[in-house]
Every structure is written in structure tokens, then in C-alpha cells.
Nanobody
Framework: QDQLVESGGGLVQTGDSLRLSCTAS????????IGWYRQVPGKQRDLVAL???????TYADSVKGRFTLSRDTASNTVYLQMNSLKPADTAVYYC???????????????????WGQGTEVTVSS
């Protein structure tokens, strides 16, 4: 079953740090892009950080210099290190991956999107 399992959210104060983790099932070779989006109630889901294989990463302007996306290929896990957190960072954070469909054990050119269940981050002032 194709899954993204997230962990690491919580309640912190302004200036604190948190690290979110997202472990993907399946082969890491099928991943085209992986990263994090966030959403607050009533608003659209926005990009936070996204790693495109083989390894270029895009960050939202609002998190540049504070957040770092990294990947451990061996465990098929990505980490979002969030430093100097602000109340504006409060949101539900969703892990996202774009993957290739596998047929007969071989990745194809057909892509699909998959999402985690979301983990809540609350930053108090």
C-alpha cells in the first residue's frame, strides 16, 4: 500500500524549533519529488519545501533561511527542520510525493501524487 507517514508536529513557542519526518512506502527510485505543504483553515494548501530528484530543493520565500529539507534514502524518509518558528508558521503540514507508477516491477512514465494525513504545528506568540 502506498503511504506517507508523518510525525513531529506539536505546540511550540515563537523562536523554537521542530523537525517533521515523513517516511514513504515503496521503492525510493519511484519518487520524482517529495516535500511538504501546509494549510490553514479556509486557505489553500501552499508549498513549504520540495525536493525534485536528483536533488534540487525549492523553498517558499517565507521559510527560506529557517527551514531545511533533507532526505535519508536508506530509510526513504524526508525531514523538515524548522527553526526560528513564528506564529505565521502555524498550520497543518502535509507530506507530499510525486511518484512513478510501477508495472511488473519497472517504473513507468505515468506519474501520480500522494499525500500524508497531515501533522499539526502550532506556534504560540
Amino acid at each position: 500500500q502506498d503511504q506517507l507517514v508523518e510525525s513531529g508536529g506539536g505546540l511550540v513557542q515563537t523562536g523554537d524549533s521542530l523537525r517533521l519526518s515523513c517516511t514513504a512506502s515503496g521503492s525510493p527510485t519511484t519518487i520524482i519529488a517529495i516535500g511538504w505543504y501546509r494549510q490553514v483553515p479556509g486557505k489553500q494548501r501552499d508549498l513549504v519545501a520540495l525536493m525534485n530528484m536528483p536533488g534540487t530543493t525549492t523553498y517558499a520565500d517565507s521559510v527560506k533561511g529557517r527551514f531545511t529539507l533533507s532526505r535519508d534514502t536508506a530509510s526513504n524518509t524526508v525531514y523538515l527542520q524548522m527553526n526560528s518558528l513564528k506564529p505565521a508558521d502555524t498550520a497543518v503540514y502535509y507530506c507530499y510525493a510525486q511518484k512513478r507508477t510501477v508495472v511488473g516491477g519497472t517504473p513507468t512514465s505515468v506519474k501520480y501524487d500522494t499525500w500524508g494525513q497531515g501533522t499539526e504545528v502550532t506556534v504560540s506568540s
